[in-house]
Nanobody
Framework: VQLQASGGGLVQAGGSLNLSCAASVRPFGRYSMGWFRQAPEKQREFVSAIRWSDNSSTYYADSVEGRFTISRDNAKRTVYLLMDSLKPEDTAVYYC??????????????????WGQGTQVTVSS
């Protein structure tokens, strides 16, 4: 199983980035997908998630609510994280993760079985 995150980079505060995570898990539509981030010397924290079920419920950390948007394309087996109005405190390595048909709390790291390698996001002030 591979989760390949991409789209990170260096951006000025107020700018935007669109992260992608291509997953080899099948069937992709049965996986809940999440994004987490880890800043230097900090614990990995929840950012956003999208449920596997038909309604694809979405969840956001308070710190990104209203600025980030998660979406998925089941045909492409890809989940996206559109990040707008970026702030220096958003600087971190961003990881995508997958959980099969999970009804558990998607904000918890232990919910996810598979993890990607991470992509660096740096926001300059």
């Amino acid at each position: 199983v591979q989760l390949q995150a991409s789209g990170g980079g260096l951006v000025q505060a107020g700018g935007s980035l669109n992260l992608s995570c291509a997953a080899s898990v099948r069937p992709f539509g049965r996986y809940s997908m999440g994004w987490f981030r880890q800043a230097p010397e900090k614990q990995r924290e929840f950012v956003s998630a999208i449920r596997w079920s038909d309604n694809s419920s979405t969840y956001y950390a308070d710190s990104v609510e209203g600025r980030f948007t998660i979406s998925r394309d089941n045909a492409k087996r890809t989940v996206y994280l559109l990040m707008d109005s970026l702030k220096p405190e958003d600087t971190a390595v961003y990881y995508c993760a997958a959980a099969l048909q999970s009804l558990a709390d998607l904000r918890l790291r232990r919910t996810y079985r598979y993890w990607g390698q991470g992509t660096q996001v740096t926001v300059s002030s």
